[in-house]
Every structure is written in structure tokens, then in C-alpha cells.
């Protein structure tokens, strides 16, 4: 219109005076799960040590430990004494098939790798527990539920039940399972993702009936997940895989995984999956988030994120209400009781619905469409606080036409 163009060459002509340049783009719409705090790396002891310290970035999972701060007593001692080098391997809590995986996979195909199943392109399964070990973990899981359940914070944003097991002080253990024995097969199966891990997140879930009885489509806030089913007995409670945000088919389904008693499945972060129904029993698995630093400090992290804009029509089992703002145009709108039933984070979708009936957006935090519909961006960055506020009320006032017209 006759006031669109002439408003558009104002604020044109007024930012290239102030000398501001900025351009739009499409944010990806990263999905995240957790609600981790965030916590400096502990301090090292010297004074050269200190100051790297310092310029530690945060990290992204920190929960504490409790068994070192001396207010976890351990049901299984030795569970919180597996930091040592080799470890696991003595204590036979590794089935001898993923010892012999290990070993082979070191320069081996891993299409043509014994013990490792390829389930779908991109997500592998291979026998990592021995059950001996999975009883074990869930006594101590159990135990802890029962006499330190105030200290302990949920998983993440979507699971309400289960554990942090770095918080209980088994994140020593953890490291030297991921650093030890999984890094070799994160590097053959993922050289981009996996290769540098140097840190996690490592939790415990759990889905039974009147509880979480399964999980929303979403995608990890890790770079590589590995989930193995830890018990108990259940009946349905499968793992649903779609595509990768980046694949037109993100929203398509590729695979049903069926979890099996000490078996791992092991896949990238941002491939979309979701935790069906579990029709009865209950469902526990370890959960381990790796992440890398030097991958998320690079492009290629940035450009993994970022959602394909020629998706295909989706599928209705690969749609999440939690993160896709046309779930209501395919599936009937579930009740909050369903919802929280299946970790869907409502604090999330009511601020996206909000988000979408405004008439004017902020492109700090940009709509996942930003890219894909008409839009006029204005970029007031570096103009005197008056003209910003002159500039932004001519656009309210442009916008209300325009919703006025349809």
C-alpha cells in the first residue's frame, strides 16, 4: 500500500543515516527439553588454573553432587567408585558383545560391525548392560527415590519422574563410561557430533500408568543421546523416531524402536523422537546427553539446527504439541491432563500462542515462519531513542490496518 511504501523508505533512508545494518533471518526453532541450572566448573587449585577457570563458559547441566558434598549415603558403593580406569570393565557391568563392538569398531565399517544393529539411518542399537548391572542401578535409583527424593531434581522440562544421576554423584562414573568405552563408537558412527565429547548430562526416566505414560515428539539438548532400557516389565512404551530438523521429512516416521532389557539405542540430538503410550508396567531407562564443546562453537552446530523450510506434509505421530504451532491443524487439541501426561511443556505453548496473536514481532526472537511469509523487518538499532519510538508506533499503527483487512 501507498502507507507501507512510504514508511518502509522513511525508516529506510533514517537507519542508513544512523548507519545501521542488520538483516533478518530464520531462527530454527531449537528445541530444547531441559531446565537444567546453569553453574561455574569448580575452581582448579592453581593460581594459573584459576584464571583458565575463570574464563570457563558455564555449563549447560550442572546439578551438584551430593555424594561428595556428604549428604548421599550410597545403597552400592562401588557405583560411585567406577571413575577409575577400567572400572567397568572388571566389575563386568558391560556385556562381553560390546566389548568385542568396541574393539571392532575402531577403523571397521559400521554397517558390517558385529553386535551393532543399524534400527534406521542414523539411529544404532547394540547390548551395553549386563542385567546384573541394570538391577543394580535401579536398586540404587529406588533407594534413592525413597530416602533423598527432596533433594533431587527432576530430569529435565518434560520428564517429571525420574533422577539427575550426576546430582546423586555418579558423574564421575559416567565420564569414564562416555570417555572410556562409548567414545570410539560416537567417532565412527557420528565424526561431526561425537568426536570432541567433553561433557553430559546423565538422567534417569520413568513411565508408568498415572504418571508420565509416554513422551512428546521433540528433539535432545544434547549432540549424541544414548537410552538403554534399564527394566522393568511393560507392555507397549516404544521409542517412535521421525527425521532430523534439517530433512524435509522431519515430520515423517522412520522407525519403532522396541526397547529391550540392558540395549542401548544411540542416536544425534536433533533427530525427532517421542516416548509412546505404555499400556501397562513400568518403564525405566538410563538416559546419557553428550555434548561437545568445539562442535557447538562451530557453524556446522549452528546450521544442524536450523529447520528445513520445505518440510513435508507431517505425519501425525511425528507432531509435537509442545514445539509445532499447527498441531491443532492435524490433531484435536489434547486436555492438560493428556498433555502433562506426556511431558508436554504448556508454559511453552501458551507463550507461542501468545507470540503468534501479536501483530508485531521481535526478530531478537524470531517466529519459525519469519522467512517464509510476507514480513517487513525494521531494524532501529543505533537510531536516537525518540525516532525508535516514532518509528515503532507507525508500525503498530500499519500492522493494526493490515489485521483489519483479513
Known amino acids: 500500500?501507498?502507507?507501507?511504501?512510504?514508511?518502509?523508505?522513511?525508516?529506510?533512508?533514517?537507519?542508513?543515516?544512523?548507519?545501521?545494518?542488520a538483516a533478518c533471518f530464520c531462527s530454527g526453532s531449537r528445541k530444547t527439553v531441559s531446565l537444567a541450572r546453569r553453574s561455574r566448573i569448580a575452581p582448579k587449585t592453581t593460581a594459573a588454573a584459576g584464571v583458565a577457570a575463570a574464563e570457563e563458559p558455564l555449563r549447560r547441566h550442572f546439578f551438584g553432587d551430593l555424594f561428595k558434598q556428604g549428604r548421599y549415603k550410597p545403597l552400592h558403593i562401588d557405583l560411585f567408585e567406577a571413575g577409575v580406569s577400567d572400572h567397568w570393565k572388571t566389575a563386568g557391568w558391560l556385556e562381553p558383545n560390546?566389548?568385542?563392538?568396541?574393539?571392532?569398531i575402531e577403523g571397521g565399517d559400521p554397517d558390517s560391525v558385529p553386535h551393532l544393529k543399524r534400527e534406521a539411518p542414523g539411529v544404532y542399537s547394540f547390548q551395553l548392560f549386563t542385567e546384573a548391572f541394570c538391577d543394580k542401578l535401579l536398586e540404587e535409583v529406588e533407594y534413592a527415590h525413597r530416602t533423598y527424593r527432596e533433594d533431587l531434581e527432576r530430569p529435565n522440562g518434560m520428564n517429571r519422574y525420574g533422577i539427575v544421576l550426576n546430582q546423586l554423584g555418579l558423574e564421575p562414573a559416567i565420564t569414564a563410561l562416555q570417555q572410556q568405552h562409548l567414545l570410539p563408537l560416537q567417532v565412527a558412527l557420528f565424526p561431526e557430533e561425537g568426536a570432541e565429547t567433553d561433557d553430559h548430562h546423565c538422567f534417569i526416566v520413568r513411565y508408568k500408568a498415572g504418571e508420565d505414560v509416554g513422551l512428546d515428539m521433540h528433539e535432545d539438548d544434547s549432540d549424541v543421546t544414548l537410552n538403554v532400557c534399564l527394566g522393568k516389565d511393560f507392555a507397549g512404551s516404544t521409542l517412535s523416531f521421525c527425521g532430523r530438523v534439517t530433512?524435509?521429512?522431519?515430520?515423517?516416521?522412520?522407525?519403532?524402536?522396541e526397547h529391550k532389557k540392558g540395549q542401548a539405542v544411540l542416536h544425534l540430538g536433533r533427530h525427532r523422537h517421542g516416548a509412546d503410550n505404555i499400556e501397562s508396567g513400568e518403564r525405566v531407562n538410563f538416559i546419557l546427553w553428550s555434548t561437545s564443546k568445539a562442535y557447538r562453537n562451530s557453524e556446522a552446530f549452528q546450521q544442524h539446527r536450523l529447520r528445513s523450510t520445505n518440510a513435508e506434509a507431517p505425519e501425525k505421530i511425528c507432531l509435537s504439541y509442545t514445539h509445532d504451532h499447527d498441531y491443532t491443524m492435524h490433531l484435536q487439541r489434547p486436555s492438560a491432563e493428556e498433555a502433562i501426561a506426556r511431558g508436554v511443556m504448556l508454559d511453552i505453548v501458551e507463550k507461542r500462542h501468545e507470540i503468534y496473536r501479536r501483530p508485531v514481532h521481535d526478530l531478537s526472537r524470531p517466529l519459525q515462519e519469519i522467512n517464509q511469509v510476507p514480513s517487513v523487518c525494521l531494524f532501529m538499532e543505533g537510531l536516537p531513542s525518540q525516532m525508535q519510538h516514532a518509528l515503532f508506533g507507525n508500525m503498530m499503527m500499519i500492522a493494526a490496518e493490515v489485521l483489519e483487512q483479513f
Do not use: M, W
Request: charged share 15%; glycine share 6%; hydrophobic share 45%.
Open 98 to 104: 560390546f566389548r568385542e563392538l568396541s574393539v571392532a
Open 247 to 257: 530433512d524435509t521429512g522431519h515430520r515423517k516416521l522412520l522407525h519403532t524402536y
Open 1 to 21: 500500500s501507498p502507507t507501507l511504501r512510504q514508511f518502509a523508505a522513511a525508516t529506510f533512508a533514517a537507519a542508513t543515516t544512523a548507519g545501521s545494518v
